[in-house]
């Protein structure tokens, strides 16, 4: 027991140490999470606007809340890779924004009253996303229901169930976006506001809509000039960037890349396994007497207890499945990326729409299901011995969207009730007197009418979704290492892409506050490594939701006078081959005074265009040559003149004015109307770069390590 002792007084402070160093080591993977970085004085920010922080726990929460409402408004459908995304690009977009504006917005006394709030939430008009919000919806007619909303509004709900508590937490949600999306409308429509077209310029407008040319033509082709005659160096490619320095000024840093893709398909094998698994279950699906059940059990959709016409079932196998005796099995068949088994379980004739009228007695926390029962049970008995309908449905109804109307719900297509109301509806007959229970509680149901029969079955169908194996994927995955681990260098990269025959393809001026790549979408990870790497550098395999992708950066563009790299050269080669042929064709043309000469020298022919004004750009057969039809309208421009050479798309112009005249307009209608088109365009104009024009001003810095 010494021994003992003494090992325990000898090592107890070093246990004590390695305890608290473990528990140190804890706090610091938080803080390298972003829970805890202020501890530590670790910058947490996803961004820097002007100096003022977006940090990255507001950021990660509006993000959470915009991802449980996108899947809200959508029908609880799974926010894939590309849609979260596009969430996170959304929620970095206003954040910036609501900081550009804040201050702004603040001097300039804009804000939400209460009153506007209540307006925008529970007055006449809710704002549109309100009327949205699935829980408002009336179950039975699909249409919003504002005593539903005021139900959430007066915390009408039983909160100590989860469901209720996590719906009221969505509320809130939704309404604290609505509310601040008001305040940077606000500020917007500040700014559109003061859209305003001048007479003047409207008058030009019209004017130049209605005044018409008509010239002759001879253009002398760039082709004309042998390639070899033009020598194009980086020093002129650097100063026609610095002429056109406006057009070419990049306002936030951005790379480029090109990338091999190494696509994961289902293989014949794949296939083979899915064929194979249908065809066991095929037997037991002809003959089992549980044909829900077992669809639930095997299928990857989940059984429709439902009739179906050839209308409402819009496959290419309709007419081989409505063609089959009950109880045969059509497959498997391959439709919309996966193989199918369907089997008949019923026929019948079916109409497509029908008119009711409904009693609701709702379970609630005022009535139990017990009560509802002997309640409906009640006005079921007296509208049986003669009660009037319409009368007691006014009374006692509890769906106030129809009880009003005598509990008159119109007509309504099959599907668009819950399945018990649909089924009393739909499989009865006129004039039927049903009682059904739902989910919001007991039914009195009386069928009006029912129109438009037609052939329906009820169908059952085993659905295998064609996926690629993991063996398929670890073989997709194995070329891609394989690729990746030999071709290290932007040399090796293109030299292998050339000899295996891939397509290489190219992502070119990615910022930093991406999250989206064209052709390769949710592309976070391979921004970051972009931001990371240098030019030539080949990236590891990345795992992009079925392909595996490796990139070579080519570019590395910052804040400034565009660069010059082996993905644009070529356009502005062109480009300025483009001009100093232009040169010469006009150096060599310059003594010439006629078209007749010049079409002679040049071997073209004189041709003409006729009537087109000056308000477009575009001339009839040519398209786009805005310099030509600037020239045409120039006052100084006078009929049987020649123009000098007029550098266009594809060639060089020389043009002769035939006439141009100006046509009566009426003035008064057509004033109005284009002033009004032309506030409206600028309004637009105003709207839609606002934004961007405000981000390029502002001194915004991302945080690479942060920002995921």
């Known amino acids: 027991m010494a021994v003992i002792q003494k090992i325990r007084d000898k090592y107890a402070k070093l246990a004590g140490f390695i305890i608290a160093l473990a528990l140190v080591g804890f706090i610091l993977m938080d803080a390298a999470s972003g829970r805890f970085g202020d501890l530590f004085g670790r910058d947490t920010s996803i961004a820097k606007v002007n100096g003022d922080k977006i940090d990255y726990k507001d950021y990660t929460e509006r993000v959470q809340e915009y991802e449980s409402l996108y899947s809200l408004m959508n029908n609880n459908k799974s926010i894939d890779d590309n849609t979260r995304a596009q969430i996170h690009d959304q929620v970095l977009r ?16 804009i804000s939400v009253t209460k009153e506007e709030e209540k307006e925008m939430i529970s007055g006449p008009n809710p704002d549109p996303l309100v009327m949205q919000f699935p829980y408002f919806k009336n179950q039975e007619t699909g249409q919003f229901d504002p005593n539903y909303l005021m139900q959430f509004e007066k915390n009408q709900l039983d909160l100590s169930r989860p469901e209720a508590q996590k719906a009221m937490e969505q509320w809130q949600e939704l309404k604290h976006y609505v509310i601040r999306s008001r305040v940077s409308q606000k500020y917007m429509n500040l700014f559109a506001g003061m859209a305003f077209t001048p007479k003047f310029i409207t008058d030009r407008t019209i004017k130049d809509q209605n005044t018409l040319g008509s010239i002759s033509y001879v253009k002398v082709p760039f082709t004309s000039v042998n390639d070899n005659e033009v020598k194009v160096s ?78 409402t ?42 008119s009711a009228q409904h009693i609701l007695i709702a379970i609630n926390q005022t009535r139990d299901d017990s009560a ?33 109307k005598g509990g008159d719900l119109g007509f309504f297509p099959y599907g668009a009730m819950v399945h018990e109301f649909n089924d009393a509806a739909f499989l009865g007959n006129t004039g039927d007197l049903k009682e059904v229970k739902t989910q919001f509680g007991y039914h009195i149901i009386k069928v009006k009418e029912q129109r438009n029969f037609s052939p329906a079955a009820k169908i059952a169908i085993i659905t295998k979704e064609l996926e690629p194996s993991q063996e398929t994927d670890q073989t997709s995955f194995a070329k891609a290492n394989e690729f990746a681990g030999k071709n290290t260098t932007g040399k090796a990269f293109d030299e292998a892409v050339k000899k295996q025959g891939l397509n290489k393809l190219q992502a070119q001026n990615i910022k930093l506050n991406d999250f989206v790549m064209q052709g390769l979408g949710s592309a976070r990870d391979i921004i970051r490594w972009m931001y990371e790497a240098k030019v030539g550098d080949v990236s590891p395999v990345f795992n992009l939701d079925g392909r595996y992708v490796i990139a070579r950066l080519t570019n590395i563009q910052e804040k400034g006078l565009l660069q010059i790299d082996d993905n644009n050269k070529p356009m502005f080669e062109n480009m300025v081959k483009a001009e100093k042929k232009a040169e010469i064709i006009k150096s060599k043309y310059k003594s010439a005074t006629s078209l007749a000469s010049i079409a002679q020298g040049s071997a073209q022919q004189i041709q003409n265009v006729d009537s087109f004004n000056a308000a477009s750009a575009y001339l009839p057969n040519l398209g786009y040559e805005p310099k030509v039809v600037g020239y045409t309208f120039y006052d100084g421009f006078k009929p049987n003149t020649m123009s000098p050479g007029i550098q266009g798309q594809d060639g060089v112009f020389y043009i002769s004015l035939k006439e141009k005249f100006t046509r009566q307009a009426t003035q008064d209608p057509m004033m109005q109307q284009q002033m009004a088109m032309q506030n409206s365009q600028l309004k637009n104009a105003i709207m839609s770069s606002l934004q961007e024009s405000m981000k390029r001003n502002a001194n915004i810095k991302y945080s690479a390590k942060n920002l995921y």
């Open 313 to 354: 079932y819009p496959s290419q196998f309709a007419d081989s499945l409505f063609n089959l005796p009950v109880g045969a099995v059509y497959g498997p068949y391959f439709e919309n990326g996966s193989y199918k088994m369907a089997r008949v379980l019923e026929k019948r004739s079916l109409p497509d729409s029908v």
């Open 234 to 311: 980086d020093a002129d490619l650097k100063a026609y960037i610095e002429k056109h320095k406006a057009q070419y000024t990049i306002d936030e840093p951005n790379r480029s890349m090109d990338y091999v893709s190494f696509d994961v398909h289902p293989s014949s094998a794949d296939t083979a396994t899915v064929l194979n698994n249908l065809n066991q279950l095929k037997n037991e699906f002809t003959t089992t007497n549980d044909a829900e059940s077992f669809v639930n059990k095997n299928s990857d959709d989940q059984f429709r207890d439902m009739f179906l016409t050839k209308k």
């Open 94 to 109: 206003e954040m910036i924004f609501e900081n550009l504006i804040g201050n702004d917005a603040e001097k300039l006394g």
């Open 372 to 404: 509802a029962k002997k309640t409906a049970d009640s006005i079921l008995a007296a509208i049986k011995s003669g009660a009037n309908f319409d009368s007691l449905a006014v009374k006692f109804s509890d769906d106030p969207g129809s009880k009003t």
